[in-house]
């Protein structure tokens, strides 16, 4: 039997749920309830202790108390999220042993104390996010043993020891994004051996020590974008074969070492867009043999070679827009065979030669819209492939002419080749001089026209 509760007074409660359902409830859910205490409504529940999941979502409970779920030996699941508790006091999960999961998320929790889930030892899932916790004891986590996802997402936390997690042998997913750390303590991974996610995102870690992931193989998420990291060390993501996805993004990076990755076959995302990348060491990508998306985008590039996508034969996907990009030739893309897709979009791009794609046979969707383009003369050859490839170009704005400024703003696929024009500035020539001129000013005057062009000083010789 299910009992769900949606915004009603407490006394309501007994009637609704335990009139009708007094032996056989499973499910307890409590919506939008105005009550102050948990432990008023979990003493019904004695009536079914073989109810397995409990929810209370946006109710405005300021506390649990110990005791609000004694007599529950079957419970498998407990959500209280969106409420007013700010803290949880340790026994109030007492003799839950077959607990799995537990979702304290979107509360006003401030802290975590040691033993408050020592009585967990089968939970499996534990969601604190979003939340305001700024500091956990050491301890808290040390009797849970199989825990497989700890969320600690959207808190307070500026710091975590390397003890703090050291007995999760069994954890698996990892979220400590969007928190305050500003480091990362060594070792802080080295006991946690079957890790498939790591979220670090949205902190403020300005360095990663070498060797600070340690158990590689099974590792297959790494988010460590919108941190402060200037830079990466050596040889930092080798040894990963089962990594998909890597995020490097809003960072502060200004250079790549020269062995950055290496034995990472499975990666298929990599993000390194927005940073203050000048330049890229040849072959740095060259490992990622199975890469198929690159974000590269919001860098400062200027030039982009060939060297960049070395060994990128699977590359699909290729991000270069707002990377001040101001030239390109056809053998910068001559490694990327696969590619499909390439965003080129707001650089500083003025005009293209006409063959500049051509190494890219796969190539379908083309971004090249908010470039500063020069719709002269030069740009002929490329205004042609635009012509006879309008199919590939998908940009959601077309491309405007900025220059000259008679096309100002114009559509560059709408010109014609009598518009794409390269002005050319005629020789000056002196005016021929009337007899009113003294014959001695005459003389004098002709003799500097000579110098200009042959044709004026063919003209003096004539008028002498």
């Known amino acids: 039997c299910l009992c769900y509760v949606f915004s009603i007074f407490t006394s309501l409660l007994h009637l609704l749920c335990f009139y009708y359902f007094p032996f056989c409830l499973h499910y307890l859910g409590i919506d939008n309830m105005i009550i102050n205490l948990v432990y008023q409504i979990i003493m019904f529940l004695s009536k079914n202790p073989q109810i397995k999941k409990i929810e209370f979502l946006g109710t405005s409970t300021h506390s649990v108390e110990v005791g609000a779920f004694e007599g529950l030996p079957d419970i498998t699941t407990i959500e209280i999220s969106g409420t007013d508790v700010t803290s949880l006091p340790v026994g109030v999960f007492k003799d839950l042993n077959n607990l799995q999961k537990l979702v304290l998320k979107s509360n006003k929790i401030h802290s975590l104390e040691n033993g408050l889930f020592d009585d967990l030892k089968n939970l499996q899932e534990l969601y604190l996010h979003m939340n305001e916790i700024s500091s956990i004891e050491e301890g808290t986590f040390d009797n849970l043993e199989n825990l497989l996802i700890l969320h600690l997402a959207k808190n307070s936390l500026r710091s975590v020891s390397t003890s703090l997690f050291s007995n999760l042998k069994s954890l698996k997913l990892f979220r400590l994004y969007e928190n305050q750390l500003t480091a990362l303590p060594d070792g802080i991974f080295d006991n946690l051996p079957v890790l498939e996610e790591i979220a670090l995102q949205g902190n403020k870690i300005s360095f990663l020590q070498p060797n600070l992931f340690p158990h590689k193989s099974k590792l297959k998420k790494l988010y460590l974008d919108n941190n402060l990291l200037t830079e990466l060390q050596p040889d930092l993501f080798v040894g990963f074969p089962s990594l998909k ?202 003799a500097s026209t000579t110098k200009l062009t042959s044709t004026t000083a063919a003209r003096t010789t004539h008028n002498r």
């Open 245 to 446: 996805i890597l995020t490097l993004h809003n960072n502060q990076l200004t250079s790549l070492p020269n062995v950055l990755f290496g034995e990472m076959g499975s990666i298929a995302e990599l993000s390194l867009s927005h940073n203050n990348l000048t330049h890229l060491p040849t072959g740095v990508f060259s490992p990622l043999k199975k890469l198929k998306k690159l974000d590269l985008s919001s860098n400062q590039f200027s030039i982009i070679s060939a060297d960049f996508f070395e060994g990128l034969e699977k590359l699909t996907d290729l991000n270069l827009i707002d990377s001040n990009i101001e030239s390109l030739k056809q053998e910068d893309f001559k490694e990327l065979k696969s590619l499909s897709t390439l965003r080129l979009g707001n650089n500083k791009l003025q005009s293209l030669p006409g063959d500049v794609f051509d190494t890219l046979p796969k190539l379908s969707k083309l971004y090249l819209d908010k470039n500063p383009w020069n719709c002269d003369c030069n740009l002929l050859p490329f205004y042609e492939w635009m012509k006879n490839n309008k199919h590939k170009i998908k940009s959601k704005t077309p491309e405007v002419c900025e220059f000259p400024k008679n096309l100002l703003n114009q559509s560059i696929i709408s010109l014609t080749e009598e518009q794409l024009i390269c002005l050319t500035t005629s020789p000056t020539t002196t005016p021929l001089l009337t007899s009113t001129v003294p014959m001695t000013t005459l003389h004098t005057t002709t």
